[in-house]
């Protein structure tokens, strides 16, 4: 989900009313960033606290085992609260409960468990809990691609079934039964994940027609001067990464995103009913967040794991209904990013400190914006031709393709759609943001950086060896 895509950050159309409610009533967070933009590594970020350089995950992997020693489940478990997680993990093995006590698993339509030569106890059929229950509610017969759109696909239609039995409403439906059934003697930390708005773009016809009822009204898809012929050598395909494609079809594909956060708007809107009905309400502390952003066409783009705004600029709403946090209700325009959500809820609940993560709490910023945690953010994606490397300030973004060989420097403050690349126009800038990302990169072991100067590469890697000779990190 983008940043954007939410009424209280300014999108026109879109509508969102518990979240803006939430973001209005709590503390919303202006400059919140995934460091690495794509599924696997974003939720290593967040299940650890690390930086990139320390979880080792730079790119897309599957089926690199996820053996990290502390995590958000194992810490929150060890401090004797009951951990559940409802929805998706993205781990592996598929089943690795990553310090919770219990998971309610659904991670959506993942070709690697997809494949049925895969162990029988890795497959999807025998790891997946929502597809077992829709099963139950459905007949044998059906599975998670009936309408026939891929998990990456730009291509939106209806939800083919019932509205209850799509893969939002079960998170909801799992998550209140987990209130009904939770141990009242002891906290909980609840981890609620939706598959969605991750394609495929299958939002529930209410949600779906709203958009498509208000299509001449949508906001304009940004393409920089930079990007005029991007995708433009690409063979047309259902799962792009880059193309020009016929608006009516980004039309559709935009009112399925649109409606499937709506949809998911909505039945947050119920989980909140709930908490009020057990009396929850006034002792819970919800943050709200995505993995990584979808670039929706921008720039000719596609899905996400580019270094633009559209996949690394994310939503991080605290919501404190009862104030427990004594803070100030208020925007918070310091720099954030995945790393800090694990100390910062372990904080939030205990007040106390996790050492040995690089992530850092937040809770100083609800009564002090302008505490400052970082002065940039050092992001990075494993990407083929197109792998990146970013520098990010509040105002400034410096991006440098080792494959490529090639810059670009965007003054965000004055140009927040990254249409005008400034990198020769600003070389000091260039300079400058060039030395830092050096400094960050001189150690690693891809070889970046030789005698202080960037390197280009022939290729890059999706994960640092530490992962794989050791079978994971401990």
């Known amino acids: 989900m983008r940043f954007d895509a939410l009424g209280a950050n300014g999108n026109s159309i879109i509508s969102t009313p518990n979240l803006d409610m939430m973001a209005e009533q709590g503390y919303n967070f202006e400059n ?120 990456n696909s730009w291509v939106a239609r209806p939800w083919m079934y019932e509205e209850e039995l799509h893969p939002t409403n079960w998170v909801v439906t799992k998550s209140i039964d987990f209130l009904k059934r939770h141990d009242p003697t002891v906290p909980f930390f609840l981890k609620m994940s939706f598959t969605r708005p991750h394609s495929p773009l299958d939002p529930p016809a209410y949600y779906f027609d709203m958009y498509m009822n208000l299509l001449k009204d949508m906001p304009e898809i940004h393409v920089g001067e930079w990007a ?25 594909m935009r009112a399925g995103y649109y409606g499937a956060i709506t949809h998911i708007d909505h039945q947050i809107g119920r989980f909140l009913i709930a908490l009020k009905e057990h009396r929850m309400d006034k002792d819970t502390i919800i943050l709200f967040l995505s993995d990584h952003g979808d670039q929706l066409g921008e720039h000719h783009l596609f899905r996400k794991a580019y270094p633009y705004q559209g996949s690394i600029h994310i939503p991080f709403i605290v919501y404190d209904p009862a104030n427990i946090l004594e803070g100030k209700k208020h925007k918070i325009a310091e720099l954030v990013e995945l790393q800090d959500v694990f100390p910062s809820l372990i904080d939030f609940a205990t007040s106390s400190k996790v050492e040995g993560i690089d992530g850092m709490s937040v809770k100083p910023m609800l009564s002090d914006s302008a505490i400052k945690l970082r002065s940039y953010i050092h992001g990075e994606h494993s990407f083929g031709k197109d792998s990146s490397q970013y520098i990010l300030t509040k105002d400034w973004k410096y991006i440098w393709f080792p494959v490529r060989g090639e810059e670009q420097l965007f003054h965000l403050k004055e140009d927040p759609h990254e249409k005008w690349d400034v990198s020769e126009l600003e070389p000091n800038k260039t300079s400058k943001f060039r030395d830092i990302l050096i400094h960050e990169l001189k150690d690693r072991e891809e070889g970046f950086v030789e005698d202080n100067h960037l390197v280009k590469l022939h290729e890059t890697i999706l994960s640092l060896s530490f992962l794989k000779n050791e079978g994971g990190v401990s």
């Not at 650890?48 to 089926?63: F, M, N």
């Not at 309610?104 to 997946?128: C, V």
Request: proline share 3%; net charge negative.
């Open 228 to 252: 005029k012929n991007i995708g433009l050598d690409e063979k047309y395909s259902t799962i792009a990464t880059k193309g020009h494609y016929k608006k009516h079809e980004l039309d559709r």
């Open 32 to 151: 919140a960033y995934t460091a690495v933009p794509s599924c696997i590594p974003s939720r290593a970020a967040l299940m650890t606290g690390l930086s990139q350089a320390h979880h080792g995950r730079v790119g897309y992997e599957d089926k690199i085992p996820w053996t990290y020693e502390k995590t958000l489940g194992s810490e929150f478990t060890n401090l004797g609260y009951q951990t559940e997680v409802i929805g998706k993990m993205h781990v592996y093995p598929e089943r690795n409960r990553m310090g919770f006590e219990h998971v309610e698993l659904h991670d959506g339509y993942l070709h690697a468990a997809r494949k049925y030569d895969n162990p029988f106890g890795t497959q999807f059929e025998n790891t997946d809990d929502y597809l077992s229950w829709f099963k139950e509610h459905k007949g044998n017969t059906v599975d998670l691609m009936d309408n026939g759109l891929d998990c």
